[in-house]
């Protein structure tokens, strides 16, 4: 997670920005071919500044909220399988999601709260009294589930695997997904909540494949520092041509007309012994990671 900073128009994008920006397909319009439709996105299609004074985003709009949104300080994220090959199901709970996700946005519970206590609660609580913390909400779907609902020639060219890379140890157990919600927000129990109550009423549909939590610390707009003490250099484009050119996808190409303002998303775990890093000298550190403090 790294801040948005402004970059010029002939900024050359590292290998590393790159990487952030392939893999799991934003749902907004690629289900749309099983009747859902472009549900998720944000009024602002672009440029959308902070606010300090406003603590909630819109859930609607031109492209979905957690792109172009500033980055927050938190962030659950989780990827799901399916259990479920029931297409209309799948329909049903993508529309219920929506209204959840708009609901939490807000800075409000999932649903009605039920006053019957022999009952479990429709929403778990632990959000009430926090507001909205800037929260947003990011789905995405992968080629798998297209594969699974029957949508094999429906899937973009975009939507390809990544090569394999030098040094590369991938888990299973961590990799892939056929469903993925983003939350992120200024509070970590509003963020966790998200993902929680999103997926606890659709047991019986999905399953969670993985799921990952994080943090930055920064002030304002100042890059933040990471747990190795080194500041992240990513520069994600924020200009509305940079956003254009590389993080939402061209509308050339084939079956590409299911996925206008959509973006690819590629997530990368790296696992980092901080005692080791810690314990070496200074310059080798630098040298490794390519980065001076």
């Given at each position: 997670m790294t801040n948005y900073e402004q970059v010029n128009d002939s900024t050359q994008f590292s290998r590393r920005?790159?990487?952030?920006?392939?893999?799991i397909g934003g749902a907004g319009v690629a289900i749309g071919a099983s009747g859902v439709g472009s549900m998720w996105s944000f009024k602002s299609m672009f440029n959308t500044p902070e606010d300090p004074e406003k603590d909630a985003y819109e859930f609607y709009g031109k492209v979905q909220p957690g792109i172009t949104t500033p980055t927050q300080k938190t962030c659950n994220f989780v990827a799901l399988d399916l259990k479920s090959k029931d297409r209309d199901a799948i329909k049903a709970m993508f529309k219920k999601w929506t209204v959840m996700a708009d609901r939490m946005m807000d800075g409000d519970t999932v649903g009605k709260t039920s006053n019957n206590p022999l009952m479990p609660p429709v929403d778990t609580g632990e959000s009430i009294?926090?507001?909205?913390?800037?929260?947003?909400?990011?789905?995405?779907?992968?080629?798998?589930l297209m594969k699974k609902i029957g949508l094999?020639?429906?899937?973009?060219?975009?939507f390809k695997d990544l090569p394999h890379f030098p040094n590369d140890q991938l888990i299973d157990d961590y990799s892939d997904g056929d469903i993925m919600i983003q939350a992120c927000s200024n509070d970590s129990q509003v963020s966790f909540h998200a993902v929680?109550?999103?997926?606890?009423?659709?047991?019986?549909?999905?399953?969670?494949?993985?799921?990952?939590?994080?943090f930055i610390s920064a002030k304002g707009k100042e890059t933040p520092r990471n747990l190795m003490a080194f500041k992240d250099g990513t520069i994600n484009p924020r200009k509305s041509n940079q956003l254009k050119d590389y993080v939402f996808?061209?509308?050339?190409?084939?079956?590409?007309?299911?996925?206008?303002?959509s973006d690819v998303f590629k997530y990368t775990l790296k696992r980092g012994i901080v005692l080791h890093w810690k314990n070496k000298r200074l310059h080798l550190v630098a040298s490794d990671i390519v980065a001076h403090r």
């Open positions: 920005t790159f990487l952030k920006m392939l893999g009294g926090l507001g909205a913390s800037k929260l947003t909400i990011t789905f995405g779907i992968s080629k798998s094999s020639s429906k899937i973009p060219d975009a929680h109550n999103l997926v606890r009423p659709f047991r019986d549909i999905v399953k969670v494949r993985w799921a990952q939590s994080g996808i061209n509308t050339d190409g084939r079956n590409m007309e299911l996925i206008v303002l």
